[in-house]
């Protein structure tokens, strides 16, 4: 049987890891000249707490090339479907690690993506596994899904961006001023750019991304929506509710954001992941 192996910014749930038997390498994290390995020894919680307490964001980094072979050599087959390559050198590593173990054996799928924009791949790899795939068909119908995947979520606060450099202060300091609350989207070229911003209660920018999810009602395929999120699990039940009311998928999934993505986009994050149709 293939299997399909993840890395720990997919944000999927433990029940889902287990219930589907998705191997999982951890990125690292370290904070306060310590280091962690993501969702295994730090949870958001946790990260969340050292953040306010040293005023120090976390620095981030791929997970080593020997936790991807032992990961590779766990099965005869196994296909990988990782973090953006143009956010990390996670992917690179992987195709490293290929090299060792044994390359006929591997297959690699670069997400263009983050979060659970890698886990609805990551998902949907599981599907054509489960319906008697081989390797080389998963990969190629993941290829084909990659393009289609739809990722925005809004972050509440530009404290995390600015401490890790990817806003100004006086951007960071207006923002809070104002009340405005980014929402952000992954482009098709991997990298994330502002969708839109929102001004005003954090309430209208949730409803924003329902009415977004509206909007684009006709080009989505309903059989798996994710919401995934950063500590606010009252907005994440909401926006599920939402929905299932608006557009009865087959399933929509409440996952985490685990260390590495809540790193990045701070606590009150909330996000919807879809894919389109062809």
Known sequence: MVKIVTDSTADLTPELIEKYQIGVVPLNVCINDQSFKDGIDLQPEQLFAMVDETNTLPKTAAPAIVDFIKEFKDSEESLYIGLSSKLSSTIQNSYLAREEVGEENVEIVDSLNLSCGIGILVLKA???????????????????????????????????LYLGGRCSALASIFGSVLKVRPVIEVKQDGTMGVKAKVRGKRSKVVEYLLEDFKANLERIDLDRVIVTHAACPDDASYLKEQIEAIAQPKEVLITTAGCVISSHCGPETVGVIYLEKE
């Open 126 to 160: 599981v599907d054509l596994r489960n319906q008697g795939l081989s390797l080389a068909e998963i990969k190629a119908e993941i290829e084909k899904l990659v393009p289609r995947v739809r990722t925005s979520f809004v972050v509440e606060t530009l404290r995390y």
